[in-house]
């Protein structure tokens, strides 16, 4: 019989074992949270990431072997990405109805998420330089990190910020925006879309078609408004 | 199924392109997804096709976000004293974009809803 020790060479440079264990994980999360009745605090996310961080520490399996096996998953975010475009599709006749609150809401959304970041890091006496990581937040990953290094933030701050973002929308938006008594599926996952990109967006697809629809357009305005208002805003706060 | 993956990766390649060959600020599979939306209004018979696929997948956009936020689970220890803060930071902005988006929205939605009347 083969030593423990030797398969575990194997197993350990190969990506299987990583891959098959984030599927598995997820599995495990995704049945926790339809247990739950789909309640939004036992967020699928974070359960997984959650597993496996305790795996991966108490196997002593750094962040690069891990990602060599689960970066096949990671890849599939682009055609996700891609794919966002048929529910807007689906969605043609409400979007079309709703251009004018979707403007409004997107320069209100995305302003809010960049301006009280700062506020609240600045009040709080955190440094410029975390500040300026923290601007482009609540846009999509791809597009926060282009942000943060152009605006001369650093790209792995942001990094947590956008993921930490992300799954707070993720988790807050149905209590918050049952408590405003928002009861317009449009207006909810705009809103979602606009403040928590890609994971408020699947968040908001697990709850309603229309709002998955929107928010999905509400994260891709938000990308492209986060790009062009980012830099104005690190200006500012550089004092130039 | 392949022939809808290949679809939905040709138009992710070509955004890759169109980004990187304009030095547009949005990433590949953004403008990927505007393309595919064009598209579709031309030949509404394309999303028909693809609707199963993209079901599947937009059904299970959570698992997709799991490898990155492992990586950013290694880094939560460094804030140390700042964690606290940008907890707060993180959380209070989040709260206060989704409210102001969401009532701007509404809000709009009544105004103009009035005025046509």
């Known amino acids: 019989m083969t030593e423990f020790a030797e398969i575990w060479t194997y197993l350990s440079t190969d990506p299987l074992l990583w891959l098959t264990l984030t599927l598995a994980a997820y599995g495990v999360g995704d049945a926790l949270f339809k247990a739950s009745g789909r309640k939004p605090f036992v967020n699928p996310v974070l359960i997984t990431v959650a597993c496996l961080a305790v795996l991966l520490q108490l196997s002593g399996t750094s962040y690069g072997t891990y990602f060599a096996g689960a970066q096949f998953v990671h890849f ?3 055609p996700a990405t891609v794919a966002l475009a048929i529910p807007l599709y689906a ?5 079309k109805k709703s251009a004018l609150p979707m403007i409004a809401a997107l320069v209100a959304g995305s302003l809010a998420a960049m301006l009280s970041a700062v506020g609240i890091a600045a009040a709080l006496g955190l440094d410029t330089d975390i500040l300026l990581a923290l601007i482009p937040k609540s846009a999509t990953a791809p597009v926060a990190l282009g942000v943060s290094e152009a605006i001369g933030g650093s790209p792995s701050l942001t990094a947590v ?3 930490t973002t992300g799954i707070t929308g993720a988790i807050v938006a149905t209590p918050l925006l049952n408590l405003l008594g928002i009861t317009d599926w449009r207006a909810r996952g705009f809103a979602v879309g606009v403040a928590s990109h890609g994971i408020g967006t699947a968040r908001a697809f697990q709850v309603n078609e229309t709002a998955g629809a929107f928010s999905g357009v509400g994260m891709g305005l938000n990308a492209l408004l986060t790009a062009l208002i980012a830099p104005l805003i690190a200006r500012w706060l550089l004092g130039g | 199924m392949i022939i809808h993956l290949a679809t939905l990766l040709a138009f992710q390649l070509l955004g890759e392109v169109t980004s ?3 030095d547009l600020p949005l990433p590949g599979p953004v403008i990927g997804m505007a393309l595919l939306f064009i598209s579709c209004v ?3 018979r394309l999303a028909q096709t693809i609707t199963p696929t993209t079901t599947v997948l937009l059904g299970h956009l959570s698992l997709l976000f799991v490898p990155a936020g492992v990586g950013v689970v290694g880094h939560l220890d460094k804030f140390g ?3 606290a803060a940008l907890g707060v930071a993180i959380i209070g902005s989040t709260v206060v974009a989704i409210s102001i988006g969401a009532l701007t ?3 709009l939605c009544k105004l ?5 009347d």
């Open chain 2, 20 to 22: 990187r060959g304009l």
């Open chain 2, 81 to 83: 004293s700042d964690g």
């Open chain 2, 42 to 44: 031309m030949w509404p």
């Open chain 2, 105 to 107: 929205f509404v809000g």
């Open chain 1, 76 to 78: 599939m975010l682009g």
């Open chain 2, 112 to 116: 103009m809803a009035t005025s046509h």
């Open chain 1, 91 to 95: 969605n043609l006749n409400h979007i």
């Open chain 1, 161 to 163: 910020f956008v993921i």
